[in-house]
């Protein structure tokens, strides 16, 4: 699984570690850790405090691969920051979809309910149509 790290230095074990800061879900969702999760990188790493850097963990939370993460950071900044796509703009464009939802929810209730009294007025007509029918029936035989 994919993460975004930290690098810290653990002064009591003399040891560069990795704070766990998010982890990837899906292709375009991650999830924040909340709480403090760390990893040692054992001795002999090289590599800056407070250094961002994206690190792939294997299901028994061994590092499989770790690189810098400047490279995703300025993607991520041109493909969702530059074209202004803000967490603002995600909210309305939520906020629309929710009320074209209750949009389409309310029309198609209303569809159900002109459905209803269209069937109903059908019922209505055909049971006039007999009544006619019977009533008319009734007549010619009195005539004859």
Same mark, same amino acid.
């Given at each position: 699984?994919?993460? /975004?790290?930290?690098?810290?230095?653990?002064?009591? /074990?003399?040891?560069?570690?990795? %704070?766990?800061?998010? %982890?990837?879900?899906?292709?375009?969702?991650?999830? *924040?850790?909340?709480?403090?999760?760390? *990893?040692?990188?054992?001795?002999?790493?090289?590599?800056?405090?407070?250094? /961002?850097?994206?690190?792939?963990?294997?299901?028994?939370?061994? +590092?499989? %691969?770790?690189?810098?993460?400047?490279?995703?950071?300025?993607?991520? +900044?041109?493909?969702?920051?530059?074209?202004?796509?803000?967490?603002?703009?995600?909210?309305?464009?939520?906020?629309?979809?929710?009320?074209?939802?209750?949009?389409?929810?309310?029309?198609?209730?209303?569809?159900?309910?002109?459905?209803?009294?269209?069937?109903? %007025?059908?019922?209505? *007509?055909?049971?006039?149509?007999?009544?006619?029918?019977?009533?008319?029936?009734?007549?010619?035989?009195?005539?004859?």
């Amino acid at each position: 699984m994919l993460y /975004l790290a930290q690098v810290h230095k653990n002064e009591f /074990l003399d040891q560069l570690q990795l %704070r766990l800061l998010a %982890r990837q879900e899906t292709d375009n969702i991650w999830t *924040i850790i909340p709480e403090e999760a760390f *990893i040692l990188l054992g001795k002999g790493k090289t590599l800056t405090e407070k250094l /961002l850097v994206l690190v792939e963990l294997s299901p028994t939370g061994d +590092i499989e %691969r770790l690189e810098e993460a400047t490279t995703w950071v300025l993607s991520l +900044i041109q493909t969702y920051l530059s074209t202004g796509i803000t967490p603002e703009f995600l909210h309305q464009e939520k906020e629309r979809a929710e009320q074209w939802r209750q949009n389409l929810t309310l029309q198609t209730q209303d569809l159900a309910r002109r459905t209803l009294e269209l069937e109903a %007025r059908r019922e209505q *007509i055909q049971a006039l149509e007999e009544s006619l029918k019977r009533e008319k029936n009734g007549s010619q035989k009195q005539e004859g």
